[in-house]
C-alpha cells in the first residue's frame, strides 16, 4: 500500500504538469525566469535592472507590469551573466534542464549522507511535497539551487568538514536573504561554543563582503536593491494565499472577520505560534541531542517556520530535513507523512484545476493548504519523536523490571 501511495502521487504530480503546461505555455509558464532573463539583459546593456522600465523592453508581452521585478542582491547578476554564457537566459528548456541536472545531484548527495538510503520515499518526497517542485518549474524560480546547496552543507557537516560548509552557507545566505537566518543551525553542531561561533562569523562574513563588493562596483545598483527591499515593491509586501502562504499573513485572513483593522490578536496569536514552536524544538533537542542530523533537520525546519516570508516553491527545501527525520520509519509513519505533505495539497489542488468547484470547502482552505502541511508536519514530527522515547522508556523499564524479579 505504501508503493502504491508513492506511485500515486507521482503520477499526480505528473498529471498536474501535463495540465499546467497544456493550458499555460512558454513565455507565461516560466515568469520568475523571464524577470531573471530580463535582469541580466539590463545589466548587460549597463542599465539598473532594479528599475522596471529598464526591464521592460526585455520582458514578453504576455506577461504583465507585476510580473517585473529583479530581487537578488547585485552580486548574483554576475552569476546569473556567466551561466548566460550556456544561453540559460535565452531559453528556458535550458534553465529547466539546469534545474533538472541540479535536482539529480542533490538527490545523489543526500542519499549518500548515511549507509541507508530509501530511494522512493526521497524521489516522492522531492517531487510530490507541499507541490513544491510544481512551484519551482511552473514560477520558474531558484529555490532548487538552495536545496542543492543545503545538500552540500549536510555533506560537508556529516565528513566533519565545518569550515568548508560554512562557506556555502555563506553563499547560500549571500544569495537570498530568504537563507540568511538558517546560519543559526552552527549553534547546535558538536563542537566547542568558539568554534561554533567563527563558523557563524565566517558565513556571515562572506555576506557582509560581498554586499561591500557590490557597493564598491556600482553603489547605485546597491542603493536600488536596498529602496526596493523596503519600498512599495518590497518582496516583504506580497499579499497572503497562494503568493506568500506564511503563517502569520494565515493568522490575519483568520482574524479579519473578528477584529477587523486590529493588528494586535494577530501580534499575540503570532508570538504565541513562535513561542510554541521554540519550545517544543528545544525539548526535541534536549531528548535527541546524540543525534546531529535529526537535531539539525528539525531546527532547520523551524527556523523556516517562523521567516517572515515563504513563497509556494521556497519549500522544496524542506526535502532535505524531512527525509532525515522520517527515512528509518516504519511505512505507516511515512505513509501519514506523505499524506500530510503531499495528498492534503493534491486533495486542494486539483478541484479547481480539473473545474469542480471548490466553493464548498472551508474557509480559505485553499490558498493556505501548504501552510496548514506545515503545521501538521512538525506536529507528527514532535509527536513521532514522543511516542517513540514512551515506547523505548516503556521497553527499558519491562527489562529493569525483570531483572530485578530475576535477582529476587
Not at 61 to 90: G, I, Q
Request: hydrophobic share 50%; charged share 10%.
Amino acid at each position: 500500500m505504501y508503493v502504491i501511495l508513492c506511485l500515486a502521487l507521482l503520477t499526480l504530480t505528473a498529471f498536474q504538469f501535463y495540465l499546467a503546461f497544456l493550458y499555460m505555455p512558454a513565455p507565461t509558464t516560466g515568469w520568475d525566469y523571464q524577470a531573471y532573463a530580463s535582469g541580466v539583459q539590463a545589466f548587460d546593456h549597463e542599465q539598473n535592472p532594479y528599475l522596471v522600465e529598464n526591464l521592460v523592453p526585455y520582458f514578453p508581452s504576455s506577461l504583465t507590469n507585476s510580473e517585473l521585478r529583479f530581487d537578488y542582491p547585485p552580486h548574483t547578476l554576475y552569476f546569473f551573466w556567466l551561466l548566460d554564457f550556456f544561453l540559460v537566459f535565452h531559453y528556458l528548456i535550458i534553465y529547466y534542464v539546469l534545474l533538472i541536472v541540479l535536482l539529480i545531484i542533490s538527490t545523489y548527495l543526500i542519499i549518500n549522507l548515511d549507509n541507508k538510503p530509501h530511494y522512493l520515499f526521497l524521489i516522492t518526497l522531492l517531487l510530490t511535497a507541499f507541490l513544491s517542485i510544481f512551484w519551482n518549474f511552473d514560477t520558474g524560480n531558484a529555490p532548487i539551487i538552495f536545496l542543492f546547496l543545503f545538500s552540500v552543507i549536510f555533506t560537508l557537516w556529516v565528513k566533519g568538514k565545518y569550515w568548508q560548509s560554512s562557506i556555502f552557507m555563506g553563499l547560500s545566505a549571500a544569495f537570498s536573504l530568504f537563507t540568511a537566518p538558517f546560519i543559526l543551525l552552527y549553534l547546535v553542531i558538536k563542537r566547542p561554543i568558539l568554534d561554533r561561533l567563527r563558523f557563524i562569523s565566517l558565513s556571515i562574513g562572506i555576506v557582509g563582503s560581498l554586499f561591500i563588493v557590490d557597493y564598491l562596483i556600482n553603489p547605485a545598483y546597491l542603493i536600488s536593491y536596498i529602496d526596493m527591499m523596503h519600498g512599495s515593491s518590497s518582496p516583504f509586501l506580497d499579499s497572503g494565499g497562494w503568493n506568500n502562504p506564511t503563517p502569520y499573513l494565515m493568522f490575519k485572513d483568520a482574524l479579519s472577520g473578528i477584529s477587523p483593522g486590529s493588528m494586535i490578536p494577530v501580534i499575540v496569536i503570532s508570538c504565541i505560534y513562535i513561542g510554541l514552536i521554540f519550545y517544543a524544538t528545544w525539548k526535541y533537542y534536549l531528548k535527541n541531542n546524540g543525534e546531529f542530523l535529526k537535531v539539525v533537520a528539525l531546527i532547520m525546519i523551524s527556523v523556516f517556520m517562523v521567516l517572515p516570508r515563504l513563497m509556494p516553491y521556497d519549500f522544496i527545501i524542506l526535502v532535505l530535513p524531512l527525509y532525515i527525520l522520517f527515512k528509518d520509519c516504519s511505512y505507516r509513519i511515512k505513509a501519514l507523512v506523505l499524506a500530510v505533505i503531499s495528498v492534503l495539497p493534491f486533495l486542494i489542488w486539483y478541484p479547481p484545476l480539473l473545474g469542480i468547484n471548490d466553493d464548498n470547502l472551508p474557509f480559505f482552505l485553499g490558498i493556505y493548504t501548504q501552510t496548514y502541511s506545515l503545521i501538521l508536519i512538525f506536529l507528527v514530527v514532535i509527536f513521532q519523536d514522543y511516542l517513540a522515547h514512551a515506547s523505548n522508556e516503556a521497553g527499558d523499564g519491562g527489562k529493569k523490571s525483570t531483572g530485578r524479579r530475576h535477582i529476587t
